[in-house]
T-cell receptor
Framework: ETGVTQSPTHLIKTRGQQVTLRCSSQ?????VSWYQQALGQGPQFIFQ???????GRGNFPPRFSGLQFPNYSSELNVNALELDDSALYLC???????????FGQGTRLTVV | AQRVTQPEKLLSVFKGAPVELKCNYS??????LFWYVQYSRQRLQLLLR??SRESIKGFTADLNKGETSFHLKKPFAQEEDSAMYYC??????????????FGQGTILTVHP
C-alpha cells in the first residue's frame, strides 16, 4: 500500500459550484500529477507540479487549477463545475524525473 | 503529440492459456513505456516499465520501435491476472515532461 492518500473519496456537487480535491504525497515525493478518468476511459493528464510550481499542463481549461504545498501535498481546484466534469480524479506522486509514479485511490466527483 | 492505443477493450482467456495485450503508441521522440494494472477495488499500480526489462508476475513486454508497439505477454494466464490493464507513455521533455499518456485500457478476464 502506498502513502498517497486522496480526500474525499466521493463527492457530489451542483453544476456551477467549485470543488477542491486533496492529495497527500508519499514521503520524499516532490512531484505530483493530477489525472481525470472518465467512465470507460484511461486517465487524462491535467497538470503536474514540481516543488510548488506548475511545470506541465494537459488540454484542460483554466478553471482547473492546482496548488502544491511545501510538504508536497497538493490540491486540485475546479471552478464553475460542468456535468462533464463528473469523473474519477487521480493524483500520482513521484520522487524524481525517472522514478515510478504512485497513484492515490482517487476521488469520485459527481456533478448534478 | 503523444498517443497510446489499446485496440482491445475486453480480452477473455482460460487459465493456463497464453495472453497478449496489445499496445501501440505514437510519439516523435524516445518514449518511456509502462504497463499499469488495476485489480478490483484497488488503486492503479505499476506492473512494469520497458527500461527495466524485467518480468513481473510472469508478464513481459518488449518495446518494438519499428512497429511502435509495447505488447504485454504472459505464457500461462492465472485467474488472479484478471484486472484492468493500461499501457502508458511518458514523454522525454518540453511540456510533455513527466506526463503519462494512457491508453483506454483492456479488461482481462481469466476463466477457470
Amino acid at each position: 500500500e502506498t502513502g498517497v492518500t486522496q480526500s474525499p473519496t466521493h463527492l457530489i456537487k451542483t453544476r456551477g459550484q467549485q470543488v477542491t480535491l486533496r492529495c497527500s504525497s508519499q514521503s520524499g515525493h516532490n512531484t505530483v500529477s493530477w489525472y481525470q478518468q472518465a467512465l470507460g476511459q484511461g486517465p487524462q493528464f491535467i497538470f503536474q507540479y514540481y516543488r510548488e510550481e506548475e511545470n506541465g499542463r494537459g488540454n484542460f481549461p483554466p478553471r482547473f487549477s492546482g496548488l502544491q504545498f511545501p510538504n508536497y501535498s497538493s490540491e486540485l481546484n475546479v471552478n464553475a463545475l460542468e456535468l462533464d466534469d463528473s469523473a474519477l480524479y487521480l493524483c500520482a506522486t513521484r520522487a524524481g524525473s525517472n522514478t515510478e509514479a504512485f497513484f492515490g485511490q482517487g476521488t469520485r466527483l459527481t456533478v448534478v | 503529440a503523444q498517443r497510446v492505443t489499446q485496440p482491445e477493450k475486453l480480452l477473455s482467456v482460460f487459465k493456463g492459456a497464453p495472453v497478449e495485450l496489445k499496445c501501440n503508441y505514437s510519439y516523435s521522440g524516445s518514449p518511456e513505456l509502462f504497463w499499469y494494472v488495476q485489480y478490483s477495488r484497488q488503486r492503479l499500480q505499476l506492473l512494469l516499465r520497458h527500461i527495466s526489462r524485467e518480468s513481473i508476475k510472469g508478464f513481459t513486454a518488449d518495446l518494438n520501435k519499428g512497429e511502435t508497439s509495447f505488447h504485454l505477454k504472459k505464457p500461462f494466464a492465472q485467474e488472479e491476472d484478471s484486472a484492468m490493464y493500461y499501457c502508458a507513455l511518458r514523454g522525454a521533455g518540453g511540456t510533455s515532461y513527466g506526463k503519462l499518456t494512457f491508453g483506454q485500457g483492456t479488461i482481462l478476464t481469466v476463466h477457470p
